[in-house]
């Protein structure tokens, strides 16, 4: 009787630890669960926002391409510390500049770009020191597309000391004193007027043909953006009024030479006549 006492006794004690245990494994599995959907929910209701971050140092001027910067995520606490409580977008297109200095690890913000054809946009082309000119160009001499911004150019005059040949319908008529020569080496070009050419002048042309622009608007002058020294300013604009010009592309093993009406016309001297007291020089009209 004793001995059956003992087991049953002894099974209840077992029955009611292995009760205990189990429950006490689940209790903890459920208070983990718990605290589990706590964060869950949490992670959930927190706000983050979308920000950017340069990986280098930018200068002012300098172009941003999108691969210069990273893309970053913050809590919306720290978010609002930088002033931000939305995703910046910054829209970033071709030729998009800095501002001004912008540091390594630095959040940029759109206002910190300008992108062609926005206000200001030239400012951050030019160099310091120098000064932004618009020169109005002959047309005729021009490759479509041969010169674009960025470009180093040599400015040319062709003037005569009896015609002002800054007038398109300008002709010469008296030799004397006319040549030809570069007023002005390793221009930069800071913007460039583009034109289509005329689909007429392309007719007989395969797609790869170079394309003189003389044509393809029908204007003569065209007109590019310099950045050009303050002190040859007043040079350029007297040259700009008096004489004809045209640009050409920089070459870094030698310069456009001069040329006299000598150089192109052999033994040219002029006919001279003597009249009383009195003696001219008198040219073919050349048109």
Not at 228 to 243: C, K, Y
Request: aromatic share 8%; hydrophobic share 40%.
């Amino acid at each position: 009787m004793n001995s059956k006492f003992i087991f049953i006794f002894s099974f209840v004690l077992i029955f009611c630890a292995l009760f205990a245990v189990v429950k006490n494994v689940n209790t903890r599995a459920e208070i983990k669960a718990k605290k589990e959907m706590q964060i869950q929910a949490k992670e959930k209701k927190e706000i983050k926002y979308v920000l950017w971050r340069s990986k280098r140092e930018f200068t002012r001027g300098e172009i941003i391409p999108i691969n210069g910067l990273e893309r970053v995520i913050l809590p919306e606490a720290e978010a609002n510390t930088l002033g931000v409580n939305n995703d910046v977008e910054l829209d970033l297109v071709n030729d998009s500049r800095a501002n001004h200095l912008i540091a390594k690890g630095e959040y940029v913000f759109p206002e910190m770009f300008t992108v062609p054809d926005q206000p200001g946009y030239l400012d951050l082309l030019a160099s310091e020191g120098m000064i932004l000119y618009p020169l109005p160009i002959s047309t005729i001499n021009l490759i479509n597309n041969y010169i674009r911004p960025g470009d180093m150019i040599d400015i040319v005059s062709v003037s005569s000391p009896l015609t002002n040949l800054a007038d398109t319908g300008a002709r010469i008529t008296q030799f004397q004193g006319v040549k030809a020569r570069t007023i002005k080496r390793g221009v930069r070009v800071l913007a460039f007027e583009q034109k289509p050419v005329d689909p007429k002048e392309q007719g007989t042309q395969s797609g790869n043909s170079l394309s003189p622009r003389v044509s393809a608007s029908g204007n003569s002058k065209t007109t590019v953006v310099i950045e050009i020294e303050p002190d040859f300013v007043s040079r350029l604009s007297l040259a700009q009024r008096t004489m004809h010009l045209e640009i050409y592309r920089s070459q870094s093993k030698g310069e456009i030479p001069p040329a006299n009406m000598s150089d192109v016309i052999e033994n040219y001297q002029g006919i001279r006549e003597l009249r009383g007291a009195e003696t001219q020089t008198t040219n073919v009209e050349v048109y």
